[in-house]
């Protein structure tokens, strides 16, 4: 399976076209999407016409993007006005929105080619893609294990070789976990890096846009493609996108990694454990330097988190309410049981789970105690990071306690589910980057990674350290078993 760079790199070179490489993306999406169900939709005839655009160009000497003529596959909770964006929920199972998600005008814009839309966890609420409305997506490898949530059909779209690259977003680990899960660099960037136009709100204050590859410099070009500024998202940072690819080859003498204490404690498999060691070796080789650090607010990170995220998300779904957009209720008598119908024959369990527990926590007499104290903690977990930041260049810690778990095996425990995301929620909290690296597989064959965090906005060393691994490793240069 080719990467994201050799794709490009191929095509300019004239060894290959860009509807070739199309084609061969169909071919194999035809024939693996079937049993895996990465993608909820999929446009051939749109991404056809694009490639041939893209060759036109290229025969003519015209100039074109960086991404010129790759396939890429975009989450469904991105809005796209050539393709229904569904959040894999009945309640938008028809929606067809007016304009691009900013992500998607810039890959657009770098000569990427979207081929379609993925499943995710309904409103990207779920750490195994078995909460979709339309239907669960498989680990390709292991058919009857899961992906990794929310963002699963992104991962299992590349994992898979049906494109080299995916979108995805993270507001808790739904990037980094199935990346974990799927054997291979996922990247979530920092709060405000990435613009969030255009893609539809789970909790505000915590969701980020990122990308699936095979590796970090693929993640390198990818995000060059899509950070910067955008002035239709407030939150969104005005600062500059450095050349993140031609930052990786930095030599690691003398960068100080950090591995907190808090999160190689109990509950962590040893199979992931000895992976990440044996990973820690290899950057010791390069010439990094380990530190012990604390993080001593992590144990309260959880319950914070399912406290902040499911607020908001109580907010942010108050809109779906069979009267403005999306599924409307037809056993409706008045506009109150209209809204109560609506949403309770188009909603998931899950989603109705989340925004009954936020609403609790942001009703009358109870916010002080809920959502107030845990935005007081979440500082707290914010400061920790930053006082270890001042210590370190990076922090590696696990991304998952274990490899991937078996369909249908947590879906009757959401504490259990919750606590999958135990060592990615942080960097949500804290708005940091982080990226999942493979470096391992257990005895079924399953994939593991590591993960490794950086201070805001030094992508470029978190993505360095990354891939001066990968030309030391070859975890992820293997494929599924398909």
């Known amino acids: 399976m080719t990467t994201l760079t050799e794709t490009v790199e191929s095509i300019r070179a004239g060894q290959t076209t860009a509807t070739q490489t199309i084609q061969a993306c169909l071919e194999r999406i035809e024939k693996n999407d079937g049993h895996l169900h990465a993608f909820v939709s999929v446009d051939s005839k749109r991404a056809l016409a694009r490639a041939e655009l893209i060759d036109n160009a290229l025969k003519a000497g015209k100039p074109v993007g960086p991404l010129a003529g790759a396939a890429v596959a975009v989450k469904d909770n991105l809005c796209t006005d050539f393709a229904a964006t569904t959040c894999a929920s009945r309640m938008l199972a028809e929606y067809r929105p007016p304009y691009n998600a900013h992500v998607v005008e810039c890959l657009e814009r770098a000569g990427a080619i979207v081929l379609g839309k993925t499943n995710l966890d309904e409103f990207a609420m779920g750490s195994s893609t078995e909460n979709s409305g339309i239907g669960v997506t498989c680990n390709p490898w292991q058919p009857d294990h899961v ?17 080299p690259a995916a979108l995805g977003s993270d507001t808790g680990g739904s990037i980094r976990q199935p990346a974990s899960f799927c054997g291979l660099v996922g990247l979530k960037p920092t709060y405000g890096r990435v613009s969030r136009y255009g893609l539809v709100a789970f909790a505000s204050s915590l969701d980020q846009v990122g990308p ?61 454990r000895a992976s990440i060691d044996e990973a820690t070796k290899v950057l010791v080789d390069l010439g990094a330097k380990l530190v012990e650090i604390s993080l001593p607010h992590t144990s309260y990170a959880i319950a914070c988190y399912y406290l902040i995220a499911t607020a908001e998300a109580s907010s942010n779904l108050a809109r779906y309410d069979g009267i403005h ?54 500082t707290l977990i914010a400061q920790d990071f930053a006082q270890a930041f001042e210590k370190v260049d990076a922090i590696l810690s696990p991304v998952t306690p274990t490899t991937a778990f078996a369909i249908g095996e947590k879906t009757d425990d959401p504490l259990a589910m919750y606590l999958a995301d ?36 030094q992508e470029e060393t978190v993505l360095a350290i990354a891939h001066q691994y990968q030309q030391h490793s070859d975890f992820h240069r293997r494929v599924p078993p398909l």
């Open 147 to 163: 992906p990794g949530g929310s963002s699963g059909g992104s991962a299992v779209a590349v994992a898979a070789g049906m494109v």
């Open 212 to 272: 699936f590859t095979r590796t970090a410099a693929d993640a390198a070009l990818m995000l060059e493609a899509i950070a910067g500024y955008d002035g239709r998202d407030s939150t969104c940072a005005d600062q500059g996108v450095p050349r993140y690819a031609e930052k990786l080859g930095r030599s690691l003498e003398g960068v100080r990694i950090g591995l907190p204490a808090e999160y190689f404690g109990e509950g962590l498999h040893e199979t992931v």
């Open 325 to 378: 957009y999306g599924h409307r209720s037809k056993n409706a008598q008045d506009i109150m049981e209209l809204s109560a119908s609506s949403r309770g024959e188009a909603l998931g369990p899950e989603v109705k789970r989340r925004i009954m527990l936020g609403t609790y926590a942001l009703s009358s007499g109870y916010y002080d105690a809920y959502y107030k104290k845990a935005s007081q903690v979440r």
């Open 422 to 457: 135990i060592y990615t929620i942080s960097a949500n909290l804290a708005g940091i980057c982080a990226v999942s690296v493979p470096c391992g597989f257990d005895p079924a064959g399953l994939p593991i990674g590591y993960q490794l965090m950086g201070a805001a906005f």
